[in-house]
């Protein structure tokens, strides 16, 4: 079988589609399924090496980004949107695969597009409290949907919609607390606080942090990704600011943790500071920890805070608006959850209830039957 898996942008995209193809051959290799066949189409690899190791054949189709505002660029992004179109249809004409799996973003239009046209079954995945533009749009023709949050549900069709949540790699699972202090160079008895600005970094998330670090290494040890375009400048800050302090061990930078030293650095935290991407959210929610969740502002359709939001009802993180966020109120917050186990006891289970480990399985299973035109 067949199957193109279409999105891209951000690691948000990309990683929910690995846990997917990951399940797609446990089931082929446990049940002893017919082999699989997997493309992965997009304007940016985000994981060359991961995708060869995974072997996901990689399709690059550069398009235009589909923007909520005025720009110059608009009009030479529908050209390339539109060629896009073009290629992805003599591209899939030419592969024929048997499912279509988009996981929604602007890389994945010209793709769903073409499969329409070339009457392929499309499953989609809509990662966010509020449906993307191209989630909105495909749900006009999409064979199945599934979505992560609950009050997503109301924008798309009852009779092809399931609540299924995020799919996560189930390599970030797992470990011990003995692990991640090997790793990491953990003290025993001192808190741990992981930062994590998604997978590209978040430099409003670093600079807050920053200026908190001193207050925060008297009370916890930090692992932070700070994003690989942000490292040296954040290093080299952090050198400075804690240049004479006693507790500057205290503090694990890197730019990137690949899955190995995240499920490490997980399984070693107390509290997880991120952003409110719906990957991110699962992920933490998989891990069964409280967090400190600050939507990122300008995210498209706004998703990121109501994700947040709805995470937030759950009981199972606190929320702080980045027009809040100051290295002052971060301090707080942590302090806050440090000084009160009852109150992260009850986030730890919400997390916990929050979780749906299964959803990779699930939407593994969709395609196939969809594969299949079951």
């Known amino acids: 079988m067949k199957i193109l898996f279409a999105g891209g942008g951000t690691g948000g995209h990309f990683y929910p589609i690995i846990a997917v193809a990951r399940q797609l051959r446990r089931i082929a290799e446990e049940e002893r399924f017919f082999a699989f066949e997997f493309i992965f189409a997009s304007d940016n690899p985000i994981d060359k090496a991961l995708l060869e190791f995974e072997e996901i054949r990689y399709k690059e189709i550069p398009t235009g980004k589909i923007r909520n505002y005025a720009s110059g660029r608009n009009v030479s992004d529908m050209l390339k949107t539109f060629f896009a179109v073009i290629r992805a249809f003599f591209f899939m004409y030419n592969e024929m695969p048997d499912v ?13 597009l073409a499969a329409r046209l070339l009457g392929i079954p499309v499953i989609i995945h809509e990662s966010d409290a509020v449906p993307g533009k191209v989630s909105n749009w495909a ?12 009050e997503v549900a109301e924008y798309f069709p009852k009779d092809r919609t399931a609540l299924i949540g995020n799919p996560i ?13 090997v790793v990491y160079g953990l003290e025993d008895k001192t808190p741990t606080i992981l930062v994590i600005g998604g997978s590209q970094g978040a430099r409003s998330i670093n600079n807050m942090l920053l200026g908190a670090l001193p207050q925060i290494l008297e009370r916890a040890q930090v692992i932070h990704q700070c994003g690989d375009a942000n490292f040296e400048d954040v290093i080299k800050q952090a050198s400075v600011i804690l240049q004479n302090s ?37 992920e933490i929610a998989a891990w069964g920890l409280p967090s400190i969740i600050i939507p990122l502002p300008l995210a498209a359709q706004n998703h990121q805070r109501a994700n ?19 290295p002052y109120v971060l301090f707080t917050e942590i302090s806050k959850l440090l000084d009160n186990q009852a109150r992260v006891t009850e986030m730890k289970k919400a997390a916990q209830g929050f979780a749906r480990l299964d959803a990779a399985e699930k939407l593994a299973r969709e395609i196939i039957k969809l594969g299949l035109h079951e």
């Open 246 to 282: 006693p507790k500057k061990s205290r503090y694990h930078i890197f730019p990137f943790l690949d899955e190995d030293r995240l499920r490490s650095a997980a399984i070693g935290s107390d509290i997880v500071i991120s952003r409110a991407g719906g990957t991110a959210i699962f």
């Open 100 to 112: 279509v799996f988009g996981k929604g973003g602007y890389a994945s239009f010209p793709v769903l």
């Open 308 to 326: 947040a939001y709805s995470y937030a009802r759950s009981g199972a993180c606190e929320v702080i608006e980045e027009t809040n966020l100051t």
């Open 169 to 181: 790699r189930t390599q970030l699972l797992g470990g011990n607390r003995d692990e991640s202090r």
């Open 139 to 150: 749900k006009k023709f999409a064979r199945r949907i599934a979505i992560s949050f609950p």
